[in-house]
């Protein structure tokens, strides 16, 4: 009896010290995500600014631009995957690891190869691991993700997407990243990023003389010094914008998902630590009513000698 309450007792000391480490990393991601959220909803103004911008240029001028025109033949596609650096965030990276083994069954089965950039350390042990190359990858920093990489990984995926497909290039290019909707959901998002497809056309209104109806006078674009050279200045600018939000939004879900993660394991924790403590308690009381019981059935032998 006194070795299972040494068990017990020595499960609830390990159970107390997960839920100190389990609690600690939920408190660090929830002060976290409130950076995160931030960092987010600044980039917003600036995307959504870029987004207008290249919107203008595409719908008010008849440039044949590579990264905004359909190719005839699509061969090869390339898949960029985000996840996190760290574990201890639930389904956060593996949700995203099965997104991307659907759209890359999906594009397959169109009859095109499929090629990968890999952003972040799960991402990377997991092809590691199945021995399966990847063109490029970026790690470190997933958790809060800079400009910089993100510029680094718009200059990747624009070199690819511009080279012949004997030289190696991609045909398309898709996004597959968590986007933040709350703190207790995260969505799997999939976006073709190449060619581009603006999806943000419209026209600022102008108003109409007094006593004309509903007609509507929309404004005339002129670009300096030409519509193409616009193009080839923002659409870099314009993907690096929409890489770094989908680093933004994934970091945001990432430290969702940890505390969530973490605040589970703290409740269960709990569980844990109750059930083995009414455990122990159980076990300690049988041990004293056993040497209550065996004091008095000596008391009655020693008395019956008598």
């Given at each position: 009896?006194g070795?299972?309450?040494?068990v ?5 000391k390990s ?5 100190k ?68 965030a ?7 690891l ?29 092809f ?30 624009v070199e ?15 996004l ?13 998002e ?5 060619p ?13 003389v ?58 269960n ?29 000596g ?8």
């Open positions: 009896m070795a299972q309450l040494r017990y007792r020595s499960k609830i159970a107390q010290t997960t839920k480490i389990t609690r600690a990393m939920e408190l660090i991601s929830a002060s976290r995500i409130q950076k995160a959220q931030q960092r987010v909803a600044a980039s917003a103004p600036y995307s959504k600014a870029i987004t207008r911008a290249v919107s203008a240029v595409a719908t008010f001028s008849n440039v044949d631009h590579p990264l905004t025109s359909e190719r005839e033949k699509l061969d090869t596609a390339a898949i960029v995957i985000f996840t996190s650096d760290r574990g201890l639930g389904a956060f990276s593996s949700s995203i099965k997104e991307a083994e659907q759209l890359a069954e999906l594009l397959r089965s169109e009859g095109k190869k499929v090629e990968y950039f890999l952003v972040g350390r799960k991402a990377v042990a997991y590691g691991f199945r021995k399966r190359s990847s063109l490029k990858i970026w790690t470190g920093g997933t958790d809060q993700p800079t400009f910089e990489t993100a510029k680094e990984i718009g200059d990747a995926v690819a997407y511009n080279l012949d497909d004997q030289e190696g290039g991609v045909d398309e290019i898709h597959v990243y968590n986007r933040f909707v709350s703190m207790v959901t995260q969505v799997p999939v976006v073709r990023l190449l581009l497809e603006i999806v943000e056309g419209d026209v600022p209104e102008v108003a109409a007094s006593g004309s109806g509903s007609n509507e006078v929309y404004p005339l674009y002129e670009f300096e010094p030409d519509a193409a050279t616009v193009l080839d200045a923002l659409l870099p600018i314009y993907v690096e914008s929409r890489i770094y939000n989908a680093m933004l939004q994934s970091a945001a879900a990432e430290h969702a998902a940890r505390q969530k993660a973490m605040k589970s394991a703290s409740d924790a709990d569980n844990l630590i109750r059930d083995y403590t009414r455990l122990a308690n159980n076990a300690r009381q049988s041990e004293i009513t056993q040497q209550i019981s065996e004091i008095v059935g008391a009655d032998a020693l008395a019956s000698a008598k």
